[in-house]
């Protein structure tokens, strides 16, 4: 069964610039869920997606913004990037509410 | 106050030894709590899930809470050096989807 599988690894963008990130989840799995990691700020919760409807959403500026389609794929895109904004950004992957999430290799933003 | 206080260590312990890792949390509304190992670069991975007070062992791993005192430990038993990473703690049901983490625990197994 394949895990969650997140793309691309790595970017490098600059500033100003916008960035779209994509997530694809366990097969069956229909939430998907944001985290930014960093080393000051640990993981931070970005938003949860479940059957395409964005139920949650953390404490960041409008800049951050996602979607889920119809197979639960979901994407995330930050626009106007930040220096800040340099991190390793995770999605989870689970099958419903109250159950295990599993995260993929997550995608290693770095802003110049 | 962060709502999930971990020790961030570092944690330097022989091979064969028992590791204990240990969280705390506040808000007595969290319902279930996950343990995550984390190698450098790389995303976390489940170790163990529960849902209510108590112990659950899976392999060399244990897991125990204690709902009434806010409090949640990993136990390592026969450590490894393949065991060297840093621990997560995370706890959820508040709302839709969020897990809230601890800081990390940096593990260091030596032979």
């Known amino acids: 069964k394949a895990g969650v599988t997140q793309t691309p690894r790595y970017l490098i963008k600059t500033r100003g610039q916008q960035v779209t990130l994509s997530c694809s989840p366990i097969?069956?799995?229909?939430?998907v869920s944001w985290y930014q990691q960093t080393p000051g700020q640990g993981l931070q919760f970005l938003f949860e997606?479940?059957?395409?409807?964005?139920?949650n959403k953390g404490n960041f500026p409008g800049r951050f913004s996602g979607r889920q389609f119809s197979n639960s794929r979901s994407e995330m895109n930050v626009s106007t990037l930040e220096l800040g904004d340099s991190a390793l950004y995770l999605c989870?992957?689970?099958?419903?509410?109250?159950?295990?999430?599993?995260f993929g290799q997550g995608t290693r933003l770095t802003v110049v | 106050q962060k709502e999930v206080e971990q020790d961030p260590g570092p944690l330097s312990v022989p091979e064969g030894a028992i590791v204990s890792l240990n969280c705390t949390y506040s808000?007595?509304?969290?319902?279930?709590f996950m343990w995550y190992r984390q190698y450098s670069r790389k995303g976390p991975e489940l170790l163990m899930y529960?849902?209510?007070?108590g112990n659950k062992e899976d392999g060399r791993f244990t897991a125990q809470v204690d709902k009434s005192s806010k409090y949640i430990s990993l136990f390592i038993r026969d450590s490894q050096p393949s065991d060297s990473a840093t621990y997560l703690c995370?706890?959820?049901?508040?709302?839709?989807?969020?897990?809230?983490f601890g800081q990390g625990t940096i593990l260091t197994v030596h032979p």
């Open positions: 989870a992957s689970r099958a419903q509410e109250n159950t295990e999430a599993f």
């Open positions: 097969s069956g799995h229909r939430s």
């Open positions: 997606y479940f059957s395409e409807t964005q139920r």
């Open positions: 808000n007595s509304a969290f319902q279930y």
């Open positions: 529960t849902y209510s007070s």
């Open positions: 995370a706890s959820g049901g508040t709302s839709y989807g969020k897990l809230t």
